[in-house]
């Protein structure tokens, strides 16, 4: 139990029982007596709560509970994420399948949110949780994958390189499915290519599970290979996009986080130098056009270009029409 979860225990406590001795809050509390004291001092120095002490009978109280009201919500916005993001989930399972089993599960978690909101407040109606503009349709191959990828067997697809516009069969050995913007994909070991690859499973257009199991691939060699690029993309050989962000820009780009790795400054004209790691650009350049004028790539040269090719052919495209 955090320290914001005690605060609001004490709070109730002291008004269901009245006055409660210090033995009694840690014992509801499952804390030591010195944190009980340190937790009342700090409702009484920061929050101005009205809490009595009576030295004879050791116990607290409020002296006037209708007068204050405990500010605050006891959620962090990591926990009101991840709650709205289950509630949407359970909102999606057919009734004929799981969702059934699932009804107990959505009751607990309304019980929480009303225990831990001022006032039982309505979560799924003051709350919202947004996905990205383009839904993603649920790939039909899914269940082939994650039966693969559990079961510790090869899988035989057939890949359609969408950048190429060509389609490969290829067998391969699924490590792990990851979610990852609105989309799953599958990084596997490639018996076609030799080595590791990661697979989106919307361009999968036939898998079948195979009886020849699975080759093992270590959880630090998927990571150095897979999962030191920049989003979906990984590779080893590794750059560093250094990228110049507007005054304007800057206001948003600096607190936002692009990379585990990444660094940034601020220069004396307010714009915001940016240092990214990345292994493949094809995403890191996606997420570069969506800023247009309000970013400068300052390097490497390779990726300056792809930028400027990029834009040079949006501007060619709309002096057609």
């Known amino acids: 139990m955090d320290r914001s ?9 002291l008004r269901q029982r009245g006055p409660v001795t210090v ?3 840690c014992e509801a ?5 010195a944190t009980i004291v340190r937790d009342i001092q700090y409702l009484r120095d920061r929050f101005g709560a009205p809490i009595t002490w009576n030295r004879e009978r050791q116990t607290y109280a409020y002296e006037s ?14 926990e009101l994420e991840s709650l709205l993001t ?7 399972l057919q009734p004929e399948l799981i969702g059934k089993h699932l009804q107990p599960l959505r009751q607990r978690l309304q019980r929480l949110v009303q225990d831990r909101l001022p006032n039982g407040a309505d979560l799924t109606r003051r709350l919202r949780l947004i996905n990205s503009a383009t839904a993603r349709v649920e790939p039909p191959l899914f269940p082939e994958f994650a039966q693969a990828t559990l079961e510790r067997r090869r899988l035989w697809i057939l890949h359609k390189n969408r950048e190429r516009d060509e389609t490969i069969a290829r067998e391969i050995s699924p490590q792990r499915l990851v979610r990852y913007r609105d989309n799953w994909y599958c ?10 690859r990661s697979f989106a499973l919307d361009a999968v257009e036939a898998a079948s599970v195979l ?8 959880d630090d060699k998927l990571d150095a290979k897979l999962g030191a690029g920049y989003g979906i993309f990984g590779g080893r050989n590794k750059h560093t996009a250094h990228l110049r962000f507007t005054a304007r820009a800057a206001r948003w780009v600096s607190r936002e986080r692009w990379h585990p790795t990444q660094s940034g400054q601020f220069l004396a004209d307010g714009r915001y130098d940016l240092k990214v790691p990345y292994t493949d650009n094809r995403e890191l350049v996606m997420d570069l056009m969506r800023h247009g004028s309000d970013v400068e790539v300052l390097g490497p040269p390779e990726l300056r270009q792809t930028v400027i090719a990029r834009l040079e052919a949006a501007r060619q495209q ?4």
Do not use: M
């Open 29 to 33: 509390l499952e804390v030591s007596r």
């Open 23 to 25: 033995l009694g809050l």
């Open 318 to 321: 709309y002096a057609k029409s």
């Open 86 to 92: 289950i509630n949407a989930l359970l909102d999606r």
């Open 65 to 78: 509970a209708e007068l204050f009201t405990l500010p605050g919500l006891w959620l962090s916005a990591a």
């Open 187 to 196: 990084d596997a070991w490639c018996h076609l290519r030799n080595g590791l």
């Open 5 to 13: 979860e005690r605060f609001h225990h004490i709070d109730r406590l």
């Open 211 to 218: 009886d020849r199991k699975a080759a093992e691939i270590s």
